[in-house]
């Protein structure tokens, strides 16, 4: 099957500093990738839509100016948490729709660990 | 607002037992169901879809099905194993979006 990876697996850095998470699809094209978040026993919940070459598309409530969302290509989706916060601290997965597959399937990354200090 | 609900939130139980996980959700007009299961601290792994237009999917020791005018969706595990253990997650797509809607996961926990 498809493979979506992310790097890193795990992060910690102090409260205030910027934090770039990449997504990659490794064998296909994905002109759409999602941003979850997940927070401790709690389920996904989406914040962005990334479509390549246009601006990510963001969920009610989450702050575009924070989490910035670069789709350059059409296999890699960056996420950068700006000025991060102890707040921030999640889990960070991505995933990423095949183009030639249709919207039947979508592929998930392992997922980020991210720890503000 | 597609909501997505999932009973119950945690199950424990003997190895060898055969068990159900319950997923409901709000709005019918779905395009496809999926399950997933998520070990700690890891990403997902997907184990079954169903479309819109299906009734049910098997995949070895696990059978999902969808009642769509209802809402509801179950995932029967035959057989549990202590590897089976894992938060299940189930998640379901609209007709018009491309994102998902999940529920907040059935947290199993099969004892050997």
């Known amino acids: 099957g498809a493979v979506v990876s992310q790097h890193p697996s795990r992060v910690i850095c102090k409260s205030g500093t910027s934090v770039k998470i990449e997504c990659r699809s490794l064998d296909f094209q994905a002109t759409t990738m999602f941003w979850y978040r997940q927070f401790p026993k709690q389920s996904l919940m989406l914040m962005a839509t990334?479509?390549?070459?246009?601006?990510?598309?963001?969920e009610q409530g989450v702050e575009k100016d924070k989490f910035l969302i670069n789709h350059a290509s059409l296999t890699l989706s960056t996420l950068t948490v700006t000025s991060a916060h102890p707040e921030d601290s999640s889990f960070y997965i991505c995933?990423?729709?095949?183009?030639?597959?249709?919207?039947?399937?979508?592929?998930f990354g392992p997922g980020t660990r991210l720890t503000v200090l | 607002k597609q909501e997505v609900t999932q009973i119950p939130a945690a199950l424990s139980v003997p190895e060898g037992e055969n068990l159900v996980l319950n997923c409901s959700f709000t709005?019918?007009?779905?395009?496809?169901l999926q399950w997933f299961r998520q070990d700690p601290g890891k990403g997902l792994t997907s184990l079954l879809l169903i479309q819109s237009s299906q009734r049910e999917q098997t995949s070895g020791r696990l059978n999902a099905s969808l009642d769509k005018s209802s809402g509801r969706s179950t995932l029967y595990i035959a057989a549990s194993q202590p590897g089976d253990s894992a938060t299940y997650l189930c998640?379901?797509?609209?007709?018009?979006?491309?994102?998902?809607?999940f529920g907040p996961g059935t947290r199993l926990s099969v004892l050997p």
């Open positions: 995933s990423a729709r095949d183009s030639l597959a249709g919207i039947n399937e979508q592929f």
């Open positions: 709005d019918s007009a779905i395009y496809n």
């Open positions: 998640a379901v797509r609209d007709n018009y979006g491309q994102n998902f809607v």
């Open positions: 990334s479509n390549e070459g246009s601006k990510a598309t963001y």
